[in-house]
């Protein structure tokens, strides 16, 4: 449990039995589980996690952000900002190194770790990387992906309506960058990127954007894109042979950071 801004937050703990340390420490991916931030837990994204600290050889701390409706933009925000600052400062207690602290997460997790970056990169703490998996950064909902033929199922451009109005307070929120990570200006001095987007994703060109604009503003970035894979395909490692290639696809990743 991790001391948030309204009361204590859930998180999850994982250790792979092949773990690299360095005087007892190790690196950590800090991870915001999907779910347009009204559905999803610590047990929707308990594989996913699981699979990640093993490929990637790392501890990995699952949050269990606020979720609306009950609590509106910007409580997942502030859970998650809360959440890393913790976990950076108690580093040591945890046998994590602070300089090989990460964050990510998929759909909304992506948003959220988005986020955090850039807000520390502004007012720390040190963030090693990123890991955005067909991320939400742009309440716009403009990119031609959201009305394509094949990007018209399971994530609907109607059901990120449906999401983005259970979430978000009025329009006017769509154009702050804590929700729309899109809106900020420069995105230079932010830590490296691993972007992976689906093809059949109404999402997929915002994140190719966010993507290239990082690329553009000097961020090392590793950009992969599914042809054919939907929204949300990572979970679903039982029946898409794909979604483990992605998940091993990230811990290559995560291992070459350091």
């Given at each position: 449990?991790?001391?948030?801004?309204?009361?204590?937050?859930p998180?999850?703990?994982?250790?792979?039995?092949?773990?690299?340390q360095a005087?007892?420490?190790?690196?950590?991916?800090v991870?915001?589980h999907?779910?347009?931030?009204?559905?999803?837990?610590l047990?929707s994204?308990?594989v996913?996690?699981?699979?990640?600290?093993?490929?990637?050889q790392?501890?990995?701390?699952?949050?269990?952000?606020r979720?609306?409706?009950?609590?509106?933009?910007?409580?997942?925000?502030?859970?998650?900002?809360?959440?890393?600052d913790?976990i950076?400062?108690?580093?040591r207690d945890?046998?994590?190194?602070?300089?090989q602290l990460?964050?990510?997460g998929?759909s909304?997790?992506?948003?959220?770790a988005?986020?955090?970056?850039?807000?520390?990169?502004?007012?720390?703490?040190?963030i090693?990387?990123q890991?955005?998996?067909?991320?939400?950064?742009?309440?716009s909902?403009?990119?031609?992906?959201h009305?394509?033929?094949?990007t018209?199922a399971?994530?609907?451009?109607s059901?990120?309506?449906w999401?983005?109005?259970?979430?978000?307070?009025?329009?006017?929120?769509?154009?702050?960058?804590?929700?729309?990570p899109a809106?900020v200006?420069h995105?230079s001095?932010?830590?490296?990127?691993?972007i992976?987007?689906?093809?059949?994703?109404?999402?997929?060109?915002?994140g190719?954007?966010?993507?290239?604009?990082?690329?553009?503003?000097?961020?090392?970035v590793v950009?992969?894109?599914?042809?054919g894979q939907?929204?949300?395909?990572?979970?679903?490692?039982?029946?898409?042979?794909?979604?483990?290639?992605?998940?091993?696809?990230v811990?290559?990743?995560?291992?070459s950071l350091g």
């Amino acid at each position: 449990m991790i001391p948030g801004p309204a009361g204590l937050i859930p998180a999850r703990l994982y250790k792979p039995l092949a773990l690299r340390q360095a005087d007892g420490l190790s690196p950590c991916l800090v991870f915001f589980h999907g779910g347009g931030w009204v559905i999803g837990d610590l047990d929707s994204h308990d594989v996913v996690c699981r699979t990640l600290a093993h490929e990637g050889q790392l501890i990995v701390i699952s949050v269990d952000y606020r979720l609306a409706p009950e609590h509106k933009f910007p409580a997942a925000v502030d859970d998650a900002i809360a959440a890393t600052d913790w976990i950076s400062q108690n580093a040591r207690d945890l046998k994590i190194d602070d300089a090989q602290l990460i964050v990510g997460g998929d759909s909304a997790g992506g948003n959220l770790a988005a986020v955090v970056s850039i807000n520390a990169r502004d007012a720390g703490p040190r963030i090693a990387g990123q890991v955005l998996i067909y991320p939400a950064t742009d309440f716009s909902m403009s990119h031609p992906s959201h009305s394509e033929p094949e990007t018209d199922a399971l994530l609907t451009h109607s059901v990120i309506r449906w999401f983005r109005d259970h979430y978000l307070n009025s329009a006017a929120d769509c154009e702050d960058w804590r929700a729309s990570p899109a809106c900020v200006k420069h995105l230079s001095g932010l830590p490296p990127a691993f972007i992976l987007t689906a093809g059949a994703d109404p999402l997929r060109d915002e994140g190719d954007q966010f993507a290239k604009r990082l690329s553009e503003a000097g961020v090392p970035v590793v950009h992969r894109m599914y042809p054919g894979q939907f929204h949300g395909f990572i979970t679903m490692g039982k029946l898409l042979p794909k979604a483990n290639d992605a998940l091993r696809k990230v811990g290559d990743w995560l291992k070459s950071l350091g």
